[in-house]
């Protein structure tokens, strides 16, 4: 099944620094929504973007949907040991159709 | 407010068997989607269902069914089981009408030997 383009696949990082990832599509989506797994739980829904341009935070985390509404990028300032998990990325055509997801970021985070 | 709540959290079964997976969407949700996660992979999605009939299906064979109950909750069930089949099976829910973004239950830990 279509998958859409997430990067970076893996990042190690210091506390307290702040991480950029991002997605890409080579179609468009009028939703992008941003997730986080633990191991072994679901997807937890950190921030949903419903507008092309829209730039939305949620603590210490911002996201953004991207003009072309090909892809959208996560930010999270001053990292914790919390912050570890896989971050996943999801596109979504219209309401209530299916989420197309990305194959996410593994964040480890070095206290 | 209960979240998404599926049972059970992990199920060993064998090649051939068949298996049924359980899911009760948040409250106030009237929509279940089924998703299917390999390992390493993100979450590939399977079908959904909302006023008890499959709407949308994924790239799925028909050894994948399911059924959405009048008080809103699903079952996913599979036929025939393959090595292949084994994986975290996620369910999600939402609400038609409100943008009907999609939360997500524990999942179930599936494993066919």
Known sequence: GQQLNQSPQSMFIQEGEDVS??????????????????????????????????????????????????????????????????????????????????????????? | DAGVTQSPTHLIKTRGQQVTLRCSPKSGHDTVSWYQQALGQGPQFI?????????????????????????????LNVNALLLGDSALYLCASSRVGYRETQYFGPGTRLLVL
């Open chain 2, 47 to 75: 079908f959904q269902y909302y006023e008890e009939e499959e709407r949308q299906r994924g790239n799925f064979p028909d050894r994948f069914s399911g059924h959405q109950f009048p008080n809103y909750s699903s079952e």
């Open chain 1, 21 to 111: 990832m991002n997605c890409t599509s080579s179609s468009i989506f009028n939703t992008w929504l941003w997730y986080k797994q633990d191991p072994g739980e679901g997807p937890v829904l950190l921030i949903a973007l419903y507008k092309a341009g829209e730039l939305t935070s949620n603590g210490r985390l911002t996201a953004q949907f991207g003009i072309t509404r090909k892809d959208s990028f996560l930010n999270i300032s001053a990292s914790i040991p919390s912050d570890v998990g896989i971050y996943f990325c999801a596109g979504q055509l219209a309401g209530n159709t299916p989420l197309v997801f990305g194959k996410g970021t593994r964040l480890s985070v070095i206290a």
